[in-house]
């Protein structure tokens, strides 16, 4: 654990980089003393209020509809627990023990900005439970993000107080008996601590940023899809120019189409339109109309690669921007202003951001799918795939099939990623006996769109494939600086399918070499001379 590089927490600057890096384990966390001076000073003054016997909602009232119910001060850490137990109520799929051990990170980032009136020791406990890669049993069902997480979070709560289940070294173990092993004394919650742990976003938080950074792996191998397509087809150049772009500025269009540019350039592939008018003339004939075979223009997939992706791109950017802030947010109920002198009840609790965003996460997702799914029949349908063979077949077509039967699940996985791209954000239920009259549902977005990443990455795997295996028949030899890069790299790994082995295990290996390694995180070291 000393090994590993430290992600100072301050509740200011944590990146869906770090919750991940920390999720998976990669990074322990430490925090920052100017953050923990800011945190007893909130405690400080939340304590001056109790003692005052100023009426603070979660503190010495009750919770939700029975805010009414005030609690004497014998019972008032009591009631912490009470609520804890009560709201542990999840069921489903656990959610993976690396996002779950984010999700704790995260619930920390936001308890040290110093504004939740928690104790310090309360945030070192957390510090300690992350660093060592204890993370709470989460079952993914529950919460209507808002007020908060509070299932979510309550099952994470368990886990401070030595209660539910834990994840240790990933096995699920009780954990009290986990505790009382490694020498781990469960905490005991003091007033406002209960609620300052379940009642925020951390879970939608924590899940979006993973869905976020697999989102922007996707991208990146989009933008070099695009560019394989465009050589594999001898795309017209013209698609791409600077000037066309310019006219219809949208940002993310400029940014495809200057990364897609990047990478192809050098191509002996890239048709140039100024040296097409004349093969085109080469087929005039007499009468008042000819035709030609040469290609006047490319099909929408290939040719509107940055006009489709311009939205992707900006979508994911703005949700880094929208679950970042989250993350750095003072996200419960009440909230310590100490330098005010104000206890302030509000709603900071509520999820309508990163449900906003992560719906249009799914709208980005299901459209790449639709992106990447035509160009795969693209080269497969020999009424349109320009020569190459139906199917990609390398062999005797109708004995051996090629990619007929992965097309299906290129097929599928798009339709159901459409479906996914359905808004869950505008689905607010009335609940809490109607206290909680309008919720974002949040988590279920967030869920939503990890799972919809997870189906994008299927059907660019297996895009990536049929590139490879149309590389195998033609211009592999004189693609582009980037593209000839990334094709090096690929084509290690790469056996042209034949029909001697089954599909799916292509599938397995390259998924992980594409989105298990660092290959496509950054565009930087593929980009020719326009990156």
Not at 102 to 130: C, H, I, Q
Not at 155 to 171: D, M, R, V
């Amino acid at each position: 654990m000393s090994n590993r590089p430290t992600v100072t927490l301050n509740g200011a600057d944590l990146t869906v980089a770090d919750i991940v890096t920390i999720g998976v384990g990669d990074r322990a966390v430490a925090l920052d003393a100017a953050a923990l001076e800011r945190c007893r000073a909130s405690r400080a003054f939340l304590e001056e209020e109790v003692a005052a016997r100023r009426i603070i909602y979660g503190v010495n009232t009750s919770f939700g509809p029975m805010c009414n119910k005030i609690i004497e001060d014998a019972e008032i850490e009591a009631l912490q627990v009470n609520l804890i137990r009560s709201h542990a109520a999840g069921l489903g799929d656990p959610l993976k023990p690396y996002i779950a051990n984010a999700v704790m990170a995260v619930r920390l980032n936001t308890l040290v900005k110093g504004y939740s009136g928690v104790r310090v020791e309360l945030l070192e406990f957390m510090k300690e439970l992350v660093n060592r890669g204890i993370a709470p049993y989460i079952p993914e069902c529950g919460s209507v993000g808002a007020s908060g997480d509070l299932i979510h979070l309550a099952h994470l709560a368990l886990t401070i107080i030595g209660e539910g289940k834990s994840y240790y070294q990933n096995e699920l173990h009780d954990t009290g008996a986990l505790f009382a092993r490694l020498g781990i004394t469960p905490f005991s919650l003091s007033f406002k601590e209960g609620i300052a742990l379940m009642n925020g976003t951390s879970a939608m938080t924590a899940v979006a940023a993973f869905a976020l950074f697999g989102a922007r792996k996707i991208l990146n191998l989009s933008l070099f899809t695009g560019a394989f397509a465009l050589e594999i087809f001898g795309g017209i150049d013209d698609a791409f120019d600077e000037d066309l772009h310019l006219v219809k500025p949208h940002p993310g269009q400029l940014e495809v189409a200057r990364a897609i540019r990047a990478l192809y350039a050098g191509s002996g592939n890239i048709t140039l339109r100024k040296e097409m008018h004349e093969r085109i003339r080469g087929h005039e004939t007499d009468g008042p109309v000819y035709e030609t075979s040469v290609n006047v223009q490319d099909v929408y997939s290939v040719r509107c690669t940055p006009q489709v992706l311009a939205p992707v791109l900006e979508a994911i950017d703005a949700a880094e921007r929208t679950v970042t802030i989250e993350a750095n947010s003072s996200n419960d109920n009440p909230i310590v202003i100490p330098e005010r002198k104000k206890v302030i009840h509000g709603g900071n609790f509520h999820g309508q951001s990163i449900g906003f965003a992560m719906d249009s996460l799914c709208m980005a997702m299901a459209t790449m799918c639709t992106l990447s799914e035509r160009r795969i029949n693209k080269f497969l349908d020999r009424s349109i795939n320009e020569g190459l063979p139906e199917f990609l077949i390398p062999g005797t077509p109708g004995l051996t099939m090629g990619f007929m039967g992965s097309q299906y699940l290129a097929t599928s996985t798009t339709a159901e990623n459409r479906q996914l791209a359905n808004p869950v954000s505008t689905n607010s239920i009335s609940c809490n006996a109607s206290n909680q009259d309008v919720v974002s549902m949040g988590t279920v977005a967030a869920r939503k769109a990890f799972k919809s990443v997870s189906n994008a990455k299927h059907v660019l795997t297996l895009e990536v494939l049929a590139d490879l295996q149309a590389l195998s028949f033609r211009n592999a030899d004189r693609l582009g600086t980037g593209t000839g890069k990334l094709y090096a790299i690929l084509n290690r790994d790469f056996a042209v399918y034949d029909n001697r082995r089954v599909f799916h295990e292509d599938l397995v290996r390259f998924r992980k070499l594409l989105f298990s390694s660092q290959l496509l995180d950054d565009l930087a070291p593929y980009l020719g001379h326009e990156g």
